[in-house]
């Protein structure tokens, strides 16, 4: 019989990027805006432009999650829907799947 070598278990520790240096790599606010408006009446998005405008929303609403979880006027995970309505529901846009869970990668 021959024996097993001892293999040691790796515990990976989850990537986390930096909400902040995300932040500073996004489009201007002006490009921002005209592709939000671009979006909302059904016109012809390139595929870059329109990863990138689903970049900037995800990125506004994880600071948003952030900005209100740690403020004590709201109440605990209200923060959740409030964002939700006011980056994506508002402007007629359907929220991507797993959005949430996502945010948990950016501290």
């Not at 990863?51 to 979880?69: E, I, M, Q, W």
């Not at 006027?73 to 929220?95: A, H, Q």
């Amino acid at each position: 019989m021959t024996k097993r070598k001892k293999t040691k278990k790796i515990n990976k520790t989850k990537q986390r990027f930096s909400l902040k240096k995300s932040k500073s790599r996004m489009i201007s606010k002006t490009k921002y805006k005209e592709l939000i408006k671009k979006r909302q009446h059904n016109k012809k998005l390139s595929l870059s432009e329109r990863k990138r405008l689903d970049h900037a929303l995800f990125l506004n609403y994880c600071s948003c999650v952030k900005s209100l979880k740690y403020d004590e006027k709201v109440k605990d995970y209200l923060e959740y829907p409030v964002c939700m309505s006011s980056i994506y529901k508002k402007r007629g846009f359907t929220p991507p799947k797993g959005v949430t869970q996502k945010c948990g990668k950016y501290k």
